[in-house]
């Protein structure tokens, strides 16, 4: 157990470091947390796991300083929820789950993937370029629909 958060913890720390900044615990932390992470984490999922980590817990600002960093150096994606809510995720996440669909619960707010490929992108004007495209479903999951919230 102990290797494989050691491998974890290498990676993060490669990554940083490709990227141009600095690995430093905080970053190393924050990033291999979010590519363990079965979906976008909030701040607030965030910042629970890392205190009930054995490293303790982060500052509330070093924290909101990491996850700006860590989307600027293009290694984490923030994408706001249809609560507003921010949600992030490990780059390497989002590039992996732009090959199919998703469906996002709006009672619990989890996200599943889908066994489908999202649909061929439309004709854009002249001048435009398309960086992005996704396909997100929403309703709600199994046990939203009946009355089985998940905790």
Known sequence: MKRRASNTIDKATEKIRAAGQRATPARVRVLALLGGAPRGLTHQ???????RSGEGPMDRVTLYRVLDSLVSGGLALRQADESRVFRFSAAEQAEAHA?????????????????????????????????????????????????????
Do not use: K
């Open 99 to 151: 090959a199919h669909a998703h469906f996002r619960c709006d009672g619990c707010g989890r996200v599943f993937c889908l066994n489908a490929p999202p649909p061929a992108a439309p004709a854009l004007p002249a001048g435009f370029r398309l960086s992005r495209m996704s396909l997100d479903l929403r309703g709600e999951c199994s046990d939203c629909s009946s009355g089985r919230r998940p905790g």
């Open 45 to 51: 999922d965030i910042e629970t796991a890392l205190a």
